[in-house]
C-alpha cells in the first residue's frame, strides 16, 4: 500500500477546520491549552465591507489559515501577481468573484493598513508562507 505524504497543506487544512469551529462557537466552552477560551472575532480582523470579506473568509482559508491573509501586506501589483498565481487553485470561483476577492485583499491589507491582531494559538501555527 502506498502512503500519502502529507504536507504542510495539510495541518492548515486541519487549522481551518478548527478555527471555523471555534468561531462558529462563538462564546462556547472550547477550550485552548492551559484552559483559556480562544477567541477569534472575524469582524475585527476581516472588515466587514464589500462582498470580498465573505468570498476571502469562504475560499482562501480552505487551503491555508487566515494568518498569512493578514499578515503579508502586499502592494497591488504583488497581489494581482498573487491572483495569477492562484486563479487556477480555485477553479470554484467566476473570475467576477475572484476580482472581489483581489479587491478586498488590496483595500484591507496592503502596506500602511493597520495589522489586526491574531490570537497567538494563530500565530504559533503559521512559519512562513
Known amino acids: 500500500m502506498t502512503q500519502v505524504k502529507k ?19 462563538g462564546n462556547a466552552d472550547a477550550q485552548a491549552p492551559g484552559g483559556r ?10 472588515p466587514n465591507t464589500g462582498p ?6 469562504n475560499n482562501c482559508a480552505s487551503c491555508h489559515t487566515i494568518t498569512p ?9 504583488a497581489r494581482e501577481r498573487w491572483a495569477r498565481d492562484h486563479r487556477d487553485r480555485v477553479i470554484a ?23 489586526p491582531q491574531l490570537p497567538q494559538e494563530l500565530l504559533d501555527t503559521w512559519t512562513n508562507y
Open 52 to 57: 470580498g470579506r465573505n468570498l476571502v473568509i
Open 37 to 46: 477560551s480562544p477567541r477569534i472575532d472575524m469582524d475585527k480582523i476581516f
Open 93 to 115: 470561483l467566476n473570475d467576477q468573484d475572484f476580482k472581489l476577492i483581489l479587491e478586498y485583499l488590496v483595500r484591507h491589507f496592503s502596506p500602511g493598513q493597520p495589522i
Open 69 to 77: 491573509i493578514v499578515l503579508i501586506q502586499m502592494t497591488r501589483p
Open 7 to 25: 504536507g504542510w497543506w495539510h495541518n492548515a487544512s486541519l487549522l481551518f477546520v478548527a478555527v471555523v469551529l471555534i468561531a462558529a462557537a
